[in-house]
């Protein structure tokens, strides 16, 4: 089977590649379109998949909808050249419209429940697949299964944290250090919302240096105060430097998870919502707090109530309701469209076709 992966953000890198490398031993043959803006062509590299970069990402929604044609139509030119039996992506509207031009499926995967790029994808998509923790009615051509999609690379099964990002951090295997992350705030589906203001980020580090080595994330400048902290690793390390921090905290969405999965006590900070982190909120494992004048002191009280023997009983609950999402995931790839009819037929074949991941730990 020939498939066409449409990527626009590191994450899709991440969620896609076990099933690539996966189905890659059985000769399936696999390319990438991508939308470049942060490290994608970095991860891409790195596994040595082949792909071709369409551009840069767009944000707003006016200029991402100028971005329907032009994006598409470079995936149907590369279509012609690749010729795929299957588009596969992260709810990509370019590579569903290009599905329909080119008559071929496309399997769309969706973690956010974001209806902006919803209501485009879905049309043209064959199938949505969600994780359980969206409770959200997506129609007819949703399937759900339980599992979050930071868990196709970073369960046990798939991930051993590399103690040797100690020295790239410049810290000693048992010493307490956190990881910031702050956001620019410049997305489409960021307009109205917020993190917290740079006074209240500047009080919250001036707290956590006293009691921990701090780290910063930033997609954004930092003042001269902050600056100083921000991480200088490789991108790939990132998520090495997060399996063994005390904390995480920010305003990323999909790092919150990550820590979360991770067994890292997990912060997020912001006034959008998500489902996945209701879901772990529910574990014990994550917190949410909402931007005010008040942020500070319940991030403070977060951190003082941690317990890592209560977080690692918790992560281990977690876990042992979760599936192994690459095994579905590969399983509905190539059974495809066998493996549609069979779960439309029994929505709790995802939970069958593979022993839960905490087998593995």
């Known amino acids: 089977m020939r498939i066409l992966i449409d990527i626009g953000h590191p994450a899709h890198v991440h969620l896609f590649k076990n099933i690539v490398l996966d189905m890659q031993k059985r000769g399936h043959c696999f390319f990438f379109t991508v939308r470049t803006g942060e490290n994608e062509k970095v991860l891409l590299d790195e596994l040595g998949f082949q792909y071709e970069v369409i551009g840069r990402k767009r944000r707003g929604v006016v200029l991402k909808i100028a971005g329907l044609v032009v994006f598409t139509l470079r995936i149907i030119r590369i279509s012609h050249r690749f010729k795929p039996d299957l588009f596969l992506s992260h709810g990509s509207m370019y590579a569903g419209y290009a599905s329909r031009f080119c008559r071929k499926p496309h399997i769309a995967l969706e973690d956010t429940g974001n209806m902006e790029q919803l209501m485009f994808s879905i049309r043209v998509s064959d199938v949505i697949l969600t994780p359980d923790s969206i409770i959200r009615n997506l129609g007819s051509k949703q399937i759900k299964y339980p599992g979050y999609h930071e868990l196709a690379y970073l369960s046990p ?38 993190g917290i203001e740079m006074e209240e980020k500047i009080r919250l580090v001036n707290y956590l240096v006293s009691e921990m080595k701090v780290f910063i994330s930033s997609e954004g400048s930092l003042p001269g ?17 997060m399996a063994f921090a005390y904390v995480y905290i920010g305003e990323g969405a999909t790092m919150a998870t990550e820590a979360a999965v991770l067994g890292v006590p997990s912060v997020y900070i912001s006034s959008i919502e998500t489902y996945n982190h209701t879901d772990l909120i529910n574990y014990g494992i994550l917190t949410c707090i909402k931007p ?8 403070i009280d977060f951190i003082k109530g941690i317990s890592m023997v209560d977080i690692k009983k918790r992560r281990d609950a977690m876990l042992s309701r979760k599936t192994d999402v690459v095994s579905f995931l590969t399983w509905f790839v190539e059974r495809w469209p066998e493996s549609y009819r069979m779960t439309k037929a029994n929505p709790d074949i995802s939970s069958g076709i593979s022993e839960t991941i905490s087998s593995c730990l």
């Open 157 to 194: 099964k798939y991930f051993k944290p590399d103690r040797n990002v100690f020295n790239l951090l410049g810290v000693k295997p048992g010493e307490k250090y956190a990881i910031l992350r702050f956001g620019s705030w410049g997305a489409s589906h960021d307009i109205g919302q917020k």
């Open 225 to 241: 105060t902050l600056e100083q902290y921000r991480i200088h690793i490789p991108f790939a390390q990132i998520h090495n430097a």
């Open 292 to 299: 005010s004048e008040k942020s500070l002191m319940e991030i």
